[in-house]
């Protein structure tokens, strides 16, 4: 079981090039999400999703788009990249709360981008 | 909307000494709790979870943390530490509600020295 999987791991973009950032999950879970970490500010959500076709914006969502066109991807895009942009970012999935013991999020291995 | 207070950045200790990492919260609904180990260049691992029952919560490498609904804190506690605890630890609140989202305190760098 893969669990979450982020690619690529690393990438140094240009400013004003565009990327995407893929997150793929096989747990079927309802929910994803993407952090950016920074350092001295912890882990701050950008994007959410709640189910397939549905997004919405979280604490820091300006310069970023994303897309979940299928359950399980999550698809984070940066249309024209600013060095702020640069940070460690996470994807991370959970299933519907149920009360399980099993209850948590699941994170993936993150994508160090570099803008220059 | 929710928020966490870690409210030591960094935190030194020496090898085999106790360590405590606080952590407080505020939410307007129940929360479920967690904390996160992150290892130099690493992704985070789960060191334990609060979800209900027992306020008292033992995770792994020995850790552990206890739920204080009265004084909105979730402080994560180690007898011994080792250099190997050497990271940053997270703090993060999920709030019982329509769309669940994970937020996460700025963090403590446990450092350990010989």
């Known amino acids: 079981n893969a669990g979450v999987t982020q690619t690529p791991k690393f990438r140094v973009l240009k400013t004003g090039q565009s990327m995407t950032l893929l997150c793929a999950q096989d747990?079927?879970?309802?929910?994803m999400y993407w952090y950016r970490q920074d350092p001295g500010m912890g882990l701050r959500l950008i994007h959410y999703?709640?189910?397939?076709?549905?997004?919405a914006k979280g604490e820091v969502p300006d310069g970023y788009n994303v897309s979940r066109l299928k359950k399980q991807n999550f698809l984070l895009g940066l249309e024209s990249a600013a060095p702020s942009q640069t940070s460690v970012y996470f994807c991370a999935s959970r299933p519907t709360e149920t009360g399980a013991k099993s209850y948590g999020y699941t994170f993936g291995s993150g994508t160090r981008l570099t803008v220059v | 909307a929710q928020s966490v207070t870690q409210l030591d950045s960094q935190v030194p200790v020496f090898e085999e000494a106790p360590v405590e990492l606080r952590c407080n919260y505020s939410?307007?609904?129940?929360?479920?709790l967690f904390w996160y180990v992150q290892y130099p260049n690493q992704g985070l691992q789960l060191l334990l979870k609060y979800l209900s029952g027992s306020t008292l919560v033992k995770g792994i490498n020995g850790f552990e943390a206890e739920f204080n609904k009265s004084q909105t804190s979730f402080h994560l506690r180690k007898p011994s530490v080792h250099i190997s605890d050497t990271a940053e630890y997270f703090c993060a609140v999920d709030p019982r509600g329509s769309n669940y989202k994970l937020t996460f305190g700025k963090g403590t760098l446990l450092t350990v020295n010989p």
């Open positions: 747990m079927n879970h309802e929910y």
């Open positions: 999703s709640v189910g397939e076709g549905t997004t």
């Open positions: 939410s307007s609904v129940s929360v479920y």
